[in-house]
Nanobody, 115 residues
Framework: QVQLVESGGGLVQAGGSLRLSCAVS????????MSWHRQAPGKQRELVAT???????TYVDSVKGRFTISRDNAKNTLYLQMNSLKPEDTAVYYC?????????WGQGTQVTVSS
């Protein structure tokens, strides 16, 4: 059974930084895509960043230059380094793994940025 557990969320002032982690347990294909998504109150969940098993990354325009997605394949862990945080980054952040035909989600971690 595959499980994803996020950590690292919290309350931070605007301009601050946080690092989210997503630990993946269970069996997944070595070729997969990992991603971070977020959902703000009253809004739809949106894709924030993706990274392939080969290290190719993509970002939504609103976080380019501020967020960095990375992964440690040996540890089966996904990261999201978030710098220069803004109040509009406030949301529940979720990690996702797409492996073969399967998709797995974490339970989410709250990020709150105060102005």
């Amino acid at each position: 059974q595959v499980q994803l557990v996020e950590s690292g969320g919290g309350l931070v002032q605007a301009g601050g930084s946080l690092r989210l982690s997503c630990a993946v347990s269970g069996s997944i294909f070595s070729s997969n895509v990992m991603s971070w998504h977020r959902q703000a109150p009253g809004k739809q969940r949106e894709l924030v960043a993706t990274i392939t098993s080969g290290g190719k990354t993509t970002y939504v325009d609103s976080v380019k230059g501020r967020f960095t997605i990375s992964r440690d394949n040996a540890k089966n862990t996904l990261y999201l380094q978030m710098n220069s945080l803004k109040p509009e980054d406030t949301a529940v952040y979720y990690c996702k793994v797409s492996s073969g035909l399967q998709t797995y989600w974490g339970q989410g971690t709250q990020v709150t940025v105060s102005s």
